[in-house]
């Protein structure tokens, strides 16, 4: 058995100082309050411990494109972004002519990075970028999978060779993983891939339920399923990809309504909302999370609340891509339970992700106060986890996995917090720059600041994403 410390830990509700956690067989055995010194041998984590943090919607690949879309595009190795990216909305020109930019615009720079993706490059990528997550307080993640064949749409060798190289990535990274294998078979409402988006698709859903269904959960590793979106799922294959997660009784994510365009092109293809159309063909429901939804209707809020489909904010993407604040406060309120994403990996920390739902309603309402920092930080840990499939994380109680993460209370961001409000200092001046200490499955994988099992980890990402600048 070993016992850690904790100078001042996070109970789910409140803050208690003089915490010690007993873990054995990677589980907290007990938790002791009211231990004022540190016992014989204990693990002393100073400032504020909490659950592991949940990241539940990962794009691996994305973060060779962090910094350099706000260049438009202009990267050495990435003069094709623009062509074959498939069908995207037609763009007014801005006061200067040119086309503004935008999601569409963006997703045309990520086409070109994903084209040069090999599984030995998304290993290494996704090994570096896990490892950044675990530098941040994060000890599982939720990928949301569709890069799957090669270049030309034709499958490897091993038809999962880029999920299993994820799932790798994760374990020499120390963090768990749930593989949000995804189905991405049309270009838009019925059209065929083209290009790019040709190594994304399995062609059928039942073709893609054949390859998913290869891949295997194992010590630290889960296997969900997600539908990229209804403009990359026919309306009548949707159910397919339901009821192989339903079969399973695994998370089944998918983007929803992040763009008025998708919206739009929906209402034109079946005359109905995303949401409507998701709803239709059996796709929400409890073990269910839409990612974004954003752009909805009262009837959409009702359509997802009601059925207990989750909902997976991921505001530093939303904003970085201008996408739009979405009504995660109506959400909730009509039983949608709220959860947390990098997704582009803008910026890993999840601490910020948190900040950014209750600061960016703020803006949307003028009003101050919608969730405490209590409420956020169940987001990040407890119903992050839940979202991907991890029931047992998430909370410092007996019987949960010995998943948890501290932080500095002592750093320039954080020092003269008051011990009782530390969990608002935490949440609301924060940053993954404070974070001393990761731990997973009662192992620490992140000490003092360093990560152990990937010790350089800025080398390991320059290394990684240079790679795919060549």
Not at 46 to 69: C, D, E, K, Y
Not at 98 to 127: G, H, N
């Amino acid at each position: 058995m070993t016992t850690y410390w904790t100078e001042h830990a996070w109970l789910g509700t409140h803050v208690e100082p003089g915490v010690a956690l007993d873990v054995a067989d990677g589980r907290f055995t007990a938790v002791r309050t009211g231990v004022e010194v540190p016992p014989h041998g204990a693990e002393v984590l100073r400032g504020l411990t909490v659950p592991g943090l949940a990241n539940s919607h990962s794009h691996a690949f994305h973060r060779a494109l962090r910094g350099t879309v706000q260049a438009d595009g202009n990267l050495p190795g990435l003069a094709d972004a623009h062509s074959h990216a498939g069908p995207s909305p037609l763009r007014r020109g801005n006061a200067t002519g040119q086309a503004p930019d935008s999601f569409w615009t963006w997703r045309e720079v990520m086409y070109a990075v994903a084209q040069k993706l090999t599984p030995d490059s998304c290993f290494s990528l996704a090994r570096a970028t896990y490892a950044e997550m675990a530098l941040a307080g994060i000890t599982a993640v939720g990928e949301f999978h569709y890069v799957h064949h090669a270049p030309d749409g034709t499958p490897y060798a091993d038809p999962n060779a880029m999920g299993e190289a994820l799932i790798a990535a994760a374990r020499d990274a120390g963090i768990r993983i749930t593989l949000l294998d995804t189905a991405y078979l049309s270009a838009g409402f019925g059209a065929a891939p083209e290009g790019h988006q040709l190594r994304f698709s399995d062609g059928t859903a039942e073709a893609w339920a054949e390859r998913a269904s290869a891949l295997k959960p194992g010590e630290g590793v889960r296997i969900g399923a997600a539908i990229h979106s209804v403009r990359a799922v026919p309306a009548r294959q949707l159910g397919t990809v339901a009821a192989w997660a339903r079969e399973r009784d695994v998370p089944l994510h998918v983007h929803l309504s992040e763009q008025t365009a998708e919206n739009d092109a929906c209402r034109a293809a079946h005359r109905c909302t995303p949401a409507r159309l998701l709803s239709d063909h059996g796709v929400l429901g409890p073990r269910t999370t839409g990612v974004h939804n954003t752009h909805l209707t009262a009837g959409d809020i009702a359509l997802i609340g009601d059925s207990g489909t989750g909902t997976c904010m991921c505001p530093t993407t939303e904003r970085d891509l201008a996408d739009g604040i979405g009504p995660a406060a109506d959400l909730q309120r009509r039983g949608s339970t709220l959860s947390l994403g990098t997704d582009s990996h803008a910026v890993i920390d999840l601490l910020e992700e948190a900040r950014a739902m209750e600061l960016d309603e703020r803006l949307r309402t003028r009003t101050r106060g919608h969730w405490t920092a209590a409420a956020l930080l169940r987001a990040a840990t407890a119903d992050g986890h839940a979202a991907i499939g991890w029931d047992e994380a998430g909370a410092l109680e007996p019987g949960a996995l010995a998943d948890f993460t501290t932080i500095a209370l002592d750093s320039v961001r954080t020092v003269g917090a008051l011990p009782r409000l530390a969990a608002e200092t935490a949440v609301f001046a924060a940053s993954a720059a404070d974070v001393r200490h990761t731990v997973v499955g009662g192992r620490h994988v992140v000490r003092d600041g360093t990560h152990l099992l990937v010790p350089d980890v800025p080398s390991a990402l320059a290394s990684a994403i240079g790679a795919l600048r060549e």
